[in-house]
């Protein structure tokens, strides 16, 4: 599917984003709140996990909360697997 993807950490939580336009001088643009999405009890429509998670971005980068955005791509072309980021 070729999606860039990423794992953005803040404190305390982690949550989803991908480029909506590929390439390297692209921007991580979209989000998903993945306790949100994926909560088997309250399960929320797609459109609203998408706005909270860019709610949960904006707020945090405002606030210089931004801990790290791990890059899923890269990560795997360095041969770090998943279950090995700290």
């Known amino acids: 599917m070729n999606i860039e993807t990423a794992i953005i ?9 991908w480029k909506s336009k590929p390439g390297p001088n692209s921007r991580f643009d979209k989000f998903l709140e993945t306790t949100l ?20 971005y904006e707020k945090h980068n405002r606030a210089k909360q931004i801990e790290r955005v791990i890059d899923i791509r890269e990560m795997w072309k360095s041969g770090v697997t998943l279950n090995e980021v700290p």
């Open 37 to 56: 999405a994926f909560n088997i009890n309250n399960r929320v429509p797609y459109e609203s996990a998408a706005l909270s998670g860019g709610q949960q």
């Open 9 to 17: 950490l803040v404190p305390g939580h982690a949550f989803l984003a």
